[in-house]
DNA sequence: TATTTTAACTTGTATTTACAAGTTGTGTAT
DNA sequence: ATACACAACTTGTAAATACAAGTTAAAATA
């Protein structure tokens, strides 16, 4: 499992999770550029490449002669992020139901997408599921991802683990942009019984298509989200 | 008028207008780093430095092995992420109600971002405006900011302009990112007579915090949106 | 001719060095 | 004690250099 991944990634990567795991309280300092420098055995431009994926990601701040200032990124589920009603909502509290296991299949005749040649000829895996938080549902999300050198995938487990951080983690696929539409539609008696919440009260309805570091490969999702509760957050 | 910008912000500048221009066609490539090293008189990695900020805001792409591809600028600040309702739908067919001219007013005691002391102390201005499209309204949104160092502002036409284009020609203020949160609601009695839908349909709101180029100076919007006919569209 | 190899590009990563510019606390002079 | 100057930090910008890795097309080979 040793990757040779570049010095500057190996950094992010390593503060990356310092920071999620709650070494660096928010907004708090992170050690100067020379002495992460020190520390790791790099020289100071590698350093500063660390960092600024840093700030392009949301967990950092910086500020020219002051330092690299912590900021917990929102509680994000993908691109979209969730806020609630003041308390927030940490991962703990965030579980995950598969309503239908990870399954291939092919593409539906007139997918709303239009789909390169690989990505049909491959197939597709089709994955839905109910997000909870305190044991409410919050989203039901559909998806479909071409089932592009994706070993194992269908085996692995799901239940309380996103799936962007799963395919990060295992497959190195990140996602870089995307697309979406976003629309508020009366739930319909599936939906709403999925969501616990009465046929015809507003939803969030939001269809995307995610673009990856991985060229061709694209993630396609349909969301109904409850926004009784909970809104989305998002910055940009 | 000569300000002493940075090498790789002047490189940029010039590279962004060149392709905002259409002297580099979509697709086609930029010349090479070290082309433009050459031609601008500057090293390598100050060229890099300005093709990483011209990648970032989604000028160029770029490809190892073989050069920077030119793409569609998007770039506008609309509903959504950066590209919005105002680039999505087409800028000719939206037309502009003020439904409340802008005034200068304090700011409630309990809003609900925290602002600064500045902010705060110079109060603000009010603003709300229905937009339509195909003269159908699709949303109305209630605009706050800062009445910092805006000479004129509350005298000045906003029908059919951009309240961004107006901020941007005649201030120089320019969006810079921001953070929103999103429901779906049912419409009250007022929304409803507005979006001219029925009371209790599903709507679209947004609760937005924009940040500028100026320091401490946020522009704080809430937006009522009817997605019967038409969606949310957004990239990011 | 068809295939493989190679050379000549491209961008990616990394080091080293230098100085500019912003921030903060310390120390000195008032 | 207060105000100011300065020193010691911080990050920002920029150069010169080197090699790695991906792409492409021309050249050599079968």
């Not at 040649?117 to 089709?126: A, F, H, L, M, T």
């Not at 559909?142 to 269908?154: A, D, K, Q, Y």
């Amino acid at each position: 499992m040793e990757q040779k991944l570049p010095q500057y990634k190996k950094l992010y990567e390593i503060l990356r999770k310092h920071i999620l795991s709650g070494a660096y309280e928010e907004g708090s300092m992170l050690p100067s550029e020379n002495e992460l420098c020190a520390v790791h055995g790099v020289t100071r431009p590698t350093v500063r490449q660390a960092l600024e994926a840093l700030v392009r990601d949301g967990y950092i701040i910086k500020k020219q002669g002051k330092g690299s200032i912590v900021k917990k990124p929102p509680q994000d589920i993908g691109i979209l992020s969730i806020s609630g009603t003041a308390s927030a909502i940490g991962q703990q509290y965030l579980k995950t139901q598969i309503l239908s296991k990870p399954q291939i299949m092919a593409w539906p005749e007139n997918f709303s997408y239009e789909l390169t040649d690989v990505e049909r000829e491959s197939g597709r895996i089709y994955l839905e599921r109910l997000r909870l938080v305190n044991d409410q549902p919050v989203f039901y999300d559909i998806n479909n991802l071409p089932n592009i050198n994706l070993p194992r995938f269908t085996s692995r487990s799901f239940e309380n683990k996103s799936l962007f951080e799963l395919l990060r983690s295992n497959y190195q696929i990140e996602i870089t942009g995307g697309e979406q539409k976003l629309k508020a539609i009366k739930a319909t008696k599936q939906i709403s019984e999925l969501l616990k919440i009465k046929t015809g009260d507003p939803v969030l309805y939001l269809e995307r298509k995610l673009n990856t570091n991985r060229e061709g490969f694209h993630i396609y999702s349909t969301i109904y989200f409850n926004s009784e509760k909970h809104s989305i957050f998002g910055t940009f």
